[in-house]
């Protein structure tokens, strides 16, 4: 709340992100009550951006894969106030909020236990991310083992980049190797309802997969 009203102080627009799941989409009413009350949109009118909410489930990866028992299925919609689908559709410039928050998990699966497909993460402008301890990854998903590619400290820069060019660190050689239909049939949920974009899923049974090799 200070935080806002420094933002306000200062005509900088506050945009308010929502992290959704079971647990906490019946306080979304809430969320709208404060915006209101706030006043947020008109007090924005005027600054170099407008006020902006929106709301996902985000990605199920890293910590946030513990809350997979409590991801949103297509009943929970239901509870999201209009305001904020509407904030949230201009935000994410979609025309239907069961675009933003995807598909249930069953219609992926059967779509990804038919695709035969690998991937490839290299480009020739890579993002990478270094930790406290100087290990390196891929700036793709969740830092993890799998997805190490050296430690600055311990391997020359040079090593690193071979390492990440040539799909060197497990989680690389994994999705260049191994067809989603492998993956997905080995952990992916037939029967969930779970909502997921397939980006956002596809990273997840690769994660998943991971620990099993």
Known sequence: MQTIEILLQNRIAPRIQVFINK????????????????????????????????????????????????????????KIPQKLIDFSLKHWEESSINKVLGKPEK???????????????????????????????????APSQAWCLGNLKADKAEKILYNYVNNISAAQHILRTIPISEMVKKCGNAESMRLFGKWDYRNFILSKYCRTV
């Open 23 to 78: 647990n906490n989409i019946s306080q979304l009413p809430d969320i709208q009550s404060l915006i209101e009350t706030l006043d947020l949109e008109r007090k924005c009118i005027g600054f170099d951006k407008e006020f902006a909410f929106f709301l996902h489930q985000g990605s199920c990866g890293g910590e946030n894969e513990q809350f997979y028992d409590v991801w949103i299925t297509p009943e929970d919609i239901e």
């Open 107 to 141: 219609e992926l699966y059967n779509e990804l236990i038919k695709d035969n497909s690998t991937g490839n993460i290299v480009t020739n402008s890579p993002v990478l991310f270094i930790d406290k301890d100087f290990n390196v990854y891929p700036n793709y998903e």
